[in-house]
């Protein structure tokens, strides 16, 4: 294991804390949430000052979460308007960066405040009224995050569905957050290959009537010119609407707890819940939240590249960034197309200071050797930012050494969508590094470790993520359904909200996130969170990415079967195979040796790229019959090679 990374002299030169200012600062949010938020709540701009801060219960039965509750904004105002009243209008919100490396554009917040004004008037004159449910589906392009704020801006509630997914998945999102109305656009552009956008909307659309819910209007943006069906009595171009609508929009005043969107969780655990924002508390998080950890500076080009579907891009390139006045990236593409240079190339061309990206792509990209990251010169970075999955220490190390040349702070922040923002992450200019710890929680946060039987576990120990208070980020229920909001978060751990993750706190008060709970194993006894075998698995040079999953073992009670996706070059034969589980004993210990290793070029993941260790399972287990939602896959054909070729038959 790496030894601790001090913080760097220069890292601490002007940041926004210090390590002082956040050991006072988190007790104080600790010993004085109500203070602490008040005075934090009064970083954006209210149209009505609230008076009340927190008013929140997580008792059984009553679970009930309000922040600034008697205070009137607007997001959108919040994320344009203000910036523009200040004199900088003219300073960049948004980067474009094209699928294609030829096609990039700057866009101001001035303009940005625009088309969102001339979007929330052609919503408007379609009949979104306060409170109704729009479902956004497009590419990331700039009119995505118009068509986000133009919601925020009239107060309707967006809810993103990922370009990604199937008429069936959006269906079923449009049904359940009983929408009638919906944004898209004729195709997308990703890896050089044309996304048919519109096409799924109109199956989408069919199968949501037979669901019950009627779309009664569809926005359409031309992005690539693409033949598409249009249904004139329905599906209105934006181009067409844009230029007939006003550019200016009163922003609706709206109540701090009135909802802001609805997103959908990734769906690695099982049928994806309907997860519910609001607009005050949510807004104050995200915002102070992507100040501090990414440490942001004015004039800064910040890039996250996740894709807006997912709550890491409402939160941190759509809403924590614009609420700063921040510069935020936006990109179209995928990080191997032209090739595997593409995102350092990006860099470059943009003089990137912050990135932010996921585990997945790290590992893809260690995959491809080191040769893509130094064509690149990288000079602007300052500091690289992960999350999503446990980050492995091998991938964190590359990160830090190949990518960021040991300059960059590298920061892994814990958070779900539910949270509404990061929970425990390093801060730049004051926070030591361990390669593969989130390290400490952000402000107001108190995490807890709970066994099984819900004991508060105290000092180094491993067990159960709970947070024990609210934040004001928080989720506040599931769409429609507050009792499996109880159900799925506050049963398990009476008065705590359970996260359905473990961790691990080391002896300096460091916290190591282990996995989701269903991943631990217990071999002969022995429990180990999945994510230790498989940070030891990629620490050998001939492997790229490896998941573990426990299967019915008859001496052992479980036992240990590893999928493993090997080094471009690499080949899968049976002495690497007992190289490979020679290794994993010299690591952990002869307890953890890999039962069934299986080969395998691909594995399966969300559409945000996580693996579903689920269906992994399922094969384990010579159950392939039985595996579940499988709706949120990113690539089918990958689950049928891992059939074929599993290990364990009976
Ligand atoms: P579902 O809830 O539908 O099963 P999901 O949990 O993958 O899907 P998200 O809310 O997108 O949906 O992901 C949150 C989860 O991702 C966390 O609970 C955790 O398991 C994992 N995660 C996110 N960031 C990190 C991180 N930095 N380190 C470790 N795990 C992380
Ligand atoms: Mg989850």
């Given at each position: 294991m790496a030894d601790t990374i001090a913080v760097k002299r220069e890292w601490a030169d002007g940041a926004t804390l210090s390590d002082a200012d956040y050991r006072a600062g988190y007790e104080r949010s600790l010993a004085d949430p109500e203070g602490f938020w008040r005075e934090h709540g009064g970083r954006i701009d209210w149209i009505r000052p609230f008076t009340r801060v927190k008013n929140t219960s997580f008792a059984p039965g009553d679970v009930s979460i309000r922040w600034f509750e008697d205070g009137v904004l607007n997001a959108s105002a919040n994320c344009l308007d203000r910036h523009v009243a200040a004199g900088r209008g003219e300073d960049t919100a948004i980067i474009f960066e094209g699928d294609d490396p030829a096609e990039s554009r700057r866009i101001s917040y001035a303009e940005a405040l625009e088309e969102t004004c001339r979007m929330a008037n052609v919503l408007r004159a379609d009949?979104?009224?306060?409170g109704d449910r729009v479902t956004i589906y497009l590419p990331m392009i700039p009119e995505a995050a118009y068509a986000m704020l133009a919601c925020a801006r009239i107060g309707a509630v967006h809810s993103v569905v990922f370009g990604g997914f199937s008429p069936d998945s959006l269906a079923g999102r449009i049904v359940d957050a009983q929408s009638g109305f919906v944004v898209t656009a004729d195709e997308g552009v990703r890896g050089g290959r044309k996304v048919p956008l519109k096409s799924n909307v109109d199956k989408a659309i069919a199968i949501a009537a037979k669901g019950g819910q009627d779309v009664s209007r569809v926005l359409l943006v031309k992005r690539t010119g693409g033949e598409v069906a249009v249904d004139p009595a329905r599906d209105v171009w934006w181009h067409e609407a844009r230029d007939k609508a006003a550019a200016t929009c009163d922003p609706e005043p709206m109540g701090a707890e009135d909802p802001l969107f609805i997103l959908y969780t990734s769906g690695s655990t099982g049928k994806p819940k309907g997860v519910l924002h609001t607009t005050g508390g949510y807004l104050v998080y995200a915002s102070l939240t992507h100040a501090h950890v990414f440490d942001y500076r004015p004039g800064e080009v910040y890039w996250c590249t996740?894709?807006?579907?997912w709550v890491t891009g409402h939160s941190y390139i759509v809403y924590g960034p614009l609420a700063n006045g921040a510069t935020t990236l936006m990109f179209e593409g995928v990080p191997t197309y032209p090739d595997a240079g593409r995102l350092w190339q990006v860099v470059d061309k943009h003089e990137v200071n912050i990135f932010y990206t996921a585990p997945t792509a790290i590992r893809a990209l260690m995959g491809q050797g080191d040769e893509p990251v130094k064509r690149a010169s990288r000079r602007s970075l300052r500091i690289l930012g992960t999350v999503g999955e446990p980050i492995n220490p091998e991938a964190w190390l590359w990160y830090w050494r190949?990518?960021?040349?040991?300059?960059c702070p590298v920061v892994d922040t814990w958070w779900q969508t539910e949270t509404g923002g990061i929970l425990i992450a390093p801060l730049p200019g004051a926070t030591a590094l361990k390669p593969g710890s989130a390290t400490r929680p952000f402000f107001g946060v108190r995490p807890e470790l709970v066994d099984a039987e819900g004991q508060v576990l105290d000092r180094a120990a491993e067990g159960n993520l709970c947070i024990a208070d609210s934040w004001?980020?928080?989720?506040?229920?599931v769409y429609g359904d507050h009792e499996r909001f109880e159900q799925t978060y506050f049963s398990t751990y009476k008065g705590k909200y359970f996260t359905g993750d473990g961790a691990r706190r080391d002896a300096d008060g460091y916290w190591w996130i282990t996995g989701r709970v269903d991943d631990v194993i217990n071999v002969s006894g022995h429990r180990m969170g999945t994510a230790e075998v498989e940070s030891a698995l990629v620490s050998h040079k001939a492997v790229s990415e490896a998941a573990v999953v426990g299967y019915p073992h008859d001496v052992k009670g479980q036992g240990i079967y590893c999928y493993v996706t090997l080094m471009q070059g690499e080949e899968g034969s049976e002495e690497l195979r007992k190289e490979l589980v020679g290794h994993v004993r010299a690591e952990i210990g002869p307890f953890a040796a890999p039962d069934k290793i299986q080969f395998a070029p691909g594995l399966p993941k969300t559409r945000s790229g996580k693996i579903m260790r689920r269906i992994l399972r399922k094969i384990a287990e010579d159950?392939?019959?039985?595996?579940?939602?499988?709706?949120?896959?990113?690539?089918?054909a990958v689950v049928d090679d891992l059939v074929s070729n599993r290990q364990n038959r009976r």
């Open positions: 009949g979104v009224k306060k996740a894709d807006v579907g190949v990518v960021g040349e040991e300059r004001p980020g928080q989720m506040r229920t159950e392939p019959g039985a595996l579940g939602d499988t709706s949120t896959l990113a690539d089918p």
